[in-house]
């Protein structure tokens, strides 16, 4: 029986900083009948493109949150750009000029209706961001986490093997009330997360 969903990585990077219309882009789909060999796949073929543009500004992975410090270049035009009402910027009112750059990792589940675009980019309805690299313009590490809880609970649900990836998270904050909820790893320190944001 083929898998209940497969992962899809879709980025637009700047090649380097400043070249605005020399950019990478990238749309790749990773299927196979265990789904956890395709995640695989997907976190491999980021990280290689993540590792490319770290070794163009001559360094080396140490973290997730350190390589979205150092790929700003990539992702960020650095421009800024404000909501406009009768030709008056409200401020305030910031517009993310560059809100389609960035890479990112989706769970699409495997009857999710697709659009492939005149250019031959594929868009799917149904799909979930489990990991990214963005401008930081808005911090999406809530959204992924809900989205890694809820790959956690298809491969629970359909008994698809998750080898050694499975993390358990206490989510509680500051209820008396323990709240465990499990994902699978990702490159993102959602310990950390946990203790600043979540709380």
Do not use: W
């Amino acid at each position: 029986m083929p898998p209940k969903f497969f992962y899809y990585i879709r980025g637009t990077m700047f090649r380097s900083k400043g070249s605005e219309n020399n950019l990478v882009e990238v749309s790749e789909v990773f299927k196979d009948e265990n789904p956890i060999v395709a995640r695989e796949k997907a976190f491999r073929v980021y990280q290689n493109y993540i590792d490319v543009f770290l070794e163009s500004k001559g360094k080396r992975y140490v973290s997730h949150e350190e390589t979205e410090i150092v790929l700003k270049d990539f992702v960020s035009s650095y421009k800024r750009d404000f909501v406009k009402i009768g030709g008056q910027a409200i401020g305030g009112m910031e517009i993310d000029v560059d809100y389609d750059k960035g890479m990112n990792i989706f769970l699409v589940m495997a009857d999710s209706p697709a659009l492939t675009t005149r250019d031959g980019e594929l868009y799917f309805e149904d799909k979930r961001m489990i990991h990214y690299i963005g401008n930081g313009f808005i911090d999406f590490k809530s959204e992924v986490f809900e989205s890694l809880c809820f790959e956690y609970s298809i491969y629970q649900k359909y008994g698809y093997n998750m080898m050694d990836y499975k993390r358990d998270y206490n989510t509680s904050g500051s209820s008396k009330i323990l709240i465990m909820r499990s994902i699978l790893e990702t490159p993102i320190d959602f310990m950390k997360v946990m203790n600043t944001e979540f709380r």
